[in-house]
């Protein structure tokens, strides 16, 4: 993970004035100490003073300098800040130490082919489909010439944002082989294509005013993400079932074999439905009409 440059600033900021007032009041309270072992020098030694050394003693169990009053001393307290200021600074330069390929020495000397240019690739940025990716970078690298191991080599180049993230963060030499590399992106980032089971698909229905072509082609591309597979035939006749009644007895009967068919069939169909409804509205107003011109 990169560490801001402006939180470690802020931190050591911060943590140097804590240090200047830990240090003040540190000082402050040797300066008390010695006026304390003044007052005792000048006065009369007395056998409860004489078996009380005043000095500055040292805590073996833990190795921290501490007066008798369990107070820390000023030279400790500097030696901490420099060393929590040191490993801050370590953090940095480490978090922005030089880039490492992850893959190893052995990929590293693969060579491209002679007279070979680097593809186009589509970029992938995480969020899209992991498999489709693979797909096409396979087929890219494939059609320039480069297969294998030697997909390795050229794979951040078709990452950006969150994947390219990613693969710098990979670990030096963690990448022995594209089926390697291959594992690791797909534990990593997860497809989120629907599947469509055959249930789904028997229980589409033509809504009450879908034209019938909207239907059709709204079930042709949910039948894509069937995880099932279908003859062309097979799901003619599914989504038949899924028709308007009158259509569905009628292409039942004519049984068509291909969706291009079907279309056509059915456009014409309910063409013919529609003209029917009309001439009979035409005809049940024409009626009307004759009503009101009889005398009764």
Not at 83 to 106: G, L, W
């Amino acid at each position: 993970m990169m560490v801001q440059t402006t939180s470690l600033d802020e931190q050591i900021a911060s943590l140097t004035a804590a240090v200047g007032n830990l240090l003040k009041h540190v000082q402050a309270r040797d300066d008390q100490l010695n006026k304390l072992h003044n007052k005792f020098q000048s006065a009369p030694a007395s056998n409860e003073f004489e078996e009380q050394d005043l000095s500055v003693e040292c805590n073996t169990s833990k190795g921290i300098p501490v007066s008798i009053n369990g107070f820390v001393s000023v030279e400790h307290v500097k030696n901490t800040v420099n060393e929590a200021i040191a490993k801050i600074y370590e953090t940095r330069v480490q978090a922005f130490k030089s880039y490492v390929k992850p893959y190893t020495r052995r990929i590293e000397q693969l060579r491209m082919p002679e007279n070979y240019q680097p593809p186009k690739f589509q970029q992938f940025n995480g969020h899209e489909d992991p498999r489709q990716h693979i797909a096409h970078f396979v087929e890219t690298c494939n059609d320039a010439g480069t297969d294998g191991d030697l997909l390795v080599k050229q794979f951040v180049l078709s990452l950006k944002d969150t994947a390219f993230d990613w693969y710098i963060d990979l670990e030096a030499n963690s990448i022995e082989s594209w089926d390697d590399l291959q594992n690791k992106f797909f534990s990593r980032f997860y497809s989120a294509r629907r599947t469509v089971s055959m249930t789904e698909l028997a229980n589409q229905h033509q809504e009450k005013d879908e034209p019938v072509l909207d239907y059709i082609n709204n079930w042709r591309n949910l039948s894509l993400s069937c995880k099932d597979a279908l003859s062309e035939i097979s799901a003619v006749e599914l989504c038949i079932q899924g028709m308007h009644w009158e259509l569905c007895y009628i292409l039942q009967a004519i049984k068509p074999k291909t969706f291009g068919e079907l279309a056509t069939r059915a456009r014409g169909i309910e063409m013919s439905f529609n003209c029917k409804e009309d001439e009979y509205l035409v005809d049940a107003s024409e009626d009307d009409g004759d009503d009101d011109d009889v005398t009764p």
